[in-house]
Every structure is written in structure tokens, then in C-alpha cells.
């Protein structure tokens, strides 16, 4: 059976084409995320529409069931993303499997870089939930500091580290 995935993105320069390379892993294991790994495998590529925002979301369709996949992006001014994970929900048909999920709430400031979310990275979880707000940005109205929260909190080694390793409910 098939299966879709919503891919989210923010692109800094909505002038640019993106395209996503998909690379399905072997069984139910992740794949190996060093870029040499991938220049032996086929890549589908995915051309996706980044909305005048630099905004995108895009269903990814025809996936297979319970599958992982490996997806990066690539820019057409040269510029690729870091490779990130995900699988897909098993079917019906597929049988019941255990599902190992890992949540977090709001992301205060004395935790940073926040290496717990690097040891849950480490744990391949199927999904990861961001339960209540990321960040505590309404401290001032003025939006580059609002801003300034957003990429502290997405910068940091365990943030980057789990977007890598899973999906994301928020």
C-alpha cells in the first residue's frame, strides 16, 4: 500500500528553485546518513513550490507503507540542507508494530544547545512531538528578536541533530 509525507520548509531566497532528493532505506533500518552513502543510491528527484514567503509545503505521494526515507534539498544556487528522516505509518494490512515516540514542550533558555534532544535523536524515534510553545519569543513585539529566539532554538546541536534523525507533529 502507499503512503504520503508533508514536507515543510522555509527558504531564505523565494527566487530559488528546490528540489528534493528521496532515498528510500533498506527494510525497516535507517539509512546511513553520510553523504558518500547516498552517490551509490538512486535519487528520486522532487521539484517543490516555494510560495512567494519562501514558504513550502508539499505532500510527497505514493510512498511506501511503514518505509523510511532519507530526503535532503537541494538549491539551484548550489546550497544543500543537511539530510534529514522519516517513515511512514504502517498499514492495516501490515500488522501491529511497537512505535517509539519521544515530546518535549517549551524550549527554555537554560537548557541550550540542548544536547537531551541529541540523545533522542540517537534513540531513532518513528516521530517526535513539539507539544506547547518553542520558544519564549513574546517578550518584545519587535520581530527580529522574536526572530533572534527562532534561530537560537533551530541553530543549536540537538535541535539540528533531532530534525535529522525524525519527523515532527508540532
Not at 502507499?2 to 528534493?20: C, K, M
Not at 516521530?127 to 529566539?149: K, W
Request: charged letters at 15%.
Amino acid at each position: 500500500s502507499t503512503d504520503s509525507a508533508l514536507v515543510s520548509a522555509w527558504v531564505t531566497d523565494p527566487g530559488l528553485s528546490i528540489t528534493a532528493q528521496l532515498v528510500r532505506g533498506t527494510g525497516k533500518d535507517w539509512v546511513n546518513d553520510t553523504a558518500t552513502g547516498y552517490a551509490a543510491r538512486a535519487a528520486e528527484d522532487v521539484t517543490l513550490s516555494v510560495n512567494s514567503n519562501g514558504r513550502v509545503h508539499q505532500y510527497l505521494t505514493g510512498l511506501l507503507s511503514d518505509t523510511v526515507y532519507n530526503i535532503w534539498v537541494l538549491a539551484s544556487n548550489g546550497s544543500r540542507s543537511e539530510v534529514s528522516r522519516f517513515r511512514t505509518a504502517t498499514s492495516y494490512a501490515a500488522g501491529i508494530r511497537n512505535v517509539t515516540i519521544g515530546a518535549t514542550s517549551a524550549f527554555g533558555l537554560s537548557a541550550y544547545p540542548y544536547t537531551s534532544l541529541s540523545c533522542a535523536a540517537a534513540k531513532k524515534l518513528d516521530m517526535f512531538m513539539l507539544l506547547g510553545d518553542l520558544v519564549y519569543a513574546n517578550t518584545s513585539d519587535d520581530l527580529s528578536t522574536r526572530m533572534d529566539s527562532y534561530n537560537r532554538l533551530l541553530s543549536s546541536e540537538g535541535f539540528r541533530n533531532l530534525t535529522k534523525s525524525t519527523s515532527f507533529i508540532a
